[in-house]
């Protein structure tokens, strides 16, 4: 059965929440976040306001029922009014919060909820890479979804429910996965990328393909096959969806799962090289340092939290 490369993805990556909570404003207000890693993911539950990224020209407008995902880093500042002089985030710790919320000049105008993602695992840019600096969901296709998850999570930190915490954090979650479906079906097809290409049911199908069974003995006409497709047809057309050729893509997946099981497992690396298709251990040797820049046993003795940072207090980064 193919598996649905999105969650594959995902699932190697690792993301886990730093922060669920949010931000209940009142008033003039502004305030400024530094820089970031991962993917912080944001929704208007009332009110509006602006958002401006560091690099982007104009600031943007936010609407109830809006929704964020700001992938690259950068410094933002969400306000009332982009005249406003920016509040420092981290100067809201000395304020008044409720369970996760920041009360801002006594709340009741503007509700913002949200979620910070970082990755435990390696390779993060293969995802965030393919993002802009600013995905803006405000389209009403298919936001049921986002809009349960909102209003639930709204609930489990207003009302402090007993488990509210682990709710909060796999609502934020489902956030997350529900923000990048959306994302998909609004830009699908017009974007390069392998997130993309998942729009194609040809390509979602071969790509899908690979990830069921990484080991097997791909090649070009098979995976046509797969998608339905002449060779010459499917070649050209995987290239300019995913931005790669196929047989590449395909040795890149092989190597980011190895690098995974380096990391996390035990298993020696012939059977890592057997398990993804190669027949000798210094064919599979020589294809990862290629694809990840060093040698099998050198990238298997890096620290398995090479890429984390500690876990923050509630608060600290939403």
């Not at 306001?49 to 995902?69: E, K, N």
């Not at 047989?247 to 980011?256: I, N, Q, S």
């Amino acid at each position: 059965m193919p598996m649905d490369p999105l969650s594959d993805v995902l699932s190697l990556l690792k993301p886990h929440t730093y922060v669920a909570g949010g931000f209940d404003l009142g008033g003039d207000w502004s305030i400024g976040f530094g820089p970031h890693d991962g993917i912080k993911c944001y929704a208007l539950v009332s009110g509006a306001c602006w958002l401006s990224v560091d690099g982007i020209p104009d600031p943007v407008r936010l609407v109830a029922g809006d929704c964020i995902l700001l992938p690259s880093g950068r410094p933002f500042r969400l306000t009332r009014d982009p005249a406003l002089e920016p509040t420092p985030f981290l100067a809201l710790r000395a304020g008044e919060w409720r369970r996760g919320v920041a009360i801002v000049n006594g709340g009741g105008e503007t509700m913002i909820l949200g979620g910070h993602f970082v990755f435990a695992g390696a390779h993060a840019e293969m995802l965030l890479d393919a993002m802009p600096p600013i995905v803006h969901l405000r389209e009403d296709n298919d936001r049921i979804g986002l809009r349960w998850a909102l209003e639930r999570l709204r609930q489990e930190l207003v009302e402090a429910l007993p488990g509210g915490d682990l709710v909060a954090r796999h609502l934020a979650q489902m956030m997350l996965v529900q923000a990048l479906r959306l994302h998909l079906a609004e830009v699908g097809g017009r974007n390069v990328g392998w997130l993309f290409a998942l729009a194609d049911p040809r390509m979602a199908a071969a790509i899908g393909a690979v990830h069921a069974a990484p080991g097997a003995r791909w090649t070009l006409q098979a995976l046509a096959s797969r998608a339905g497709m002449s060779r010459s047809t499917f070649a050209q057309t995987f290239k300019a969806s995913v931005g790669t050729s196929p047989m590449d893509y395909v040795t890149r997946w092989r190597m980011l799962l190895a690098g995974d099981r380096l990391t996390n497992g035990s298993d020696p690396i012939s059977v890592i090289a057997l398990a993804l298709g190669y027949e000798s251990e210094s064919a599979f040797s020589t294809a990862f340092k290629r694809v990840m820049g060093c040698a099998p046993r050198r990238y298997g003795r890096r620290p398995a939290n090479a890429n984390t940072r500690p876990a923050q207090t509630p608060g600290s980064s939403v």
